[in-house]
């Protein structure tokens, strides 16, 4: 899995790269079949943003957006929309209609 990482307006530490490397590695690994992520870190003012986009093959892309003062928990609420969004998507539709159809 490739991951690219763009930076507007802010430095990014390469303690900050491996952490959220991690956490894309780890959501991708519950996904299963993504072929590559996108994380944006941007500085705006005092609010520190970033972005998070997984690509597989045959689902929609996941997109997540975290705001804080600092990136370290912009980082962690990305990443938990994003684990959200993976876990709701994990089930295909057949498996979620199987769920409803049952009494």
């Not at 790269?17 to 941007?42: I, M, Q, S, Y």
């Not at 929609?60 to 876990?87: F, I, K, M, N």
Request: charged letters at 35%; glycine letters at 6%; proline letters at 5%.
């Amino acid at each position: 899995m490739d991951i690219i990482f763009h930076a507007h307006h802010a430095v990014i530490s390469e303690r900050m790269h491996r952490r959220a490397e991690r956490a894309v590695r780890r959501t991708a690994r519950k996904l299963g079949r993504t072929v590559d992520a996108v994380v944006r870190f941007e500085r705006d003012g005092p609010t520190s943003r970033v972005e998070i986009l997984l690509h597989a093959p045959g689902r929609r892309d996941l997109v997540a957006e975290g705001r804080a003062r600092y990136y370290g928990p912009a980082l962690a609420e990305a990443v938990s929309r994003l684990e959200a969004q993976a876990v709701s998507r994990k089930r295909t539709p057949k498996a979620r209609g199987r769920a409803l159809a049952r009494p």
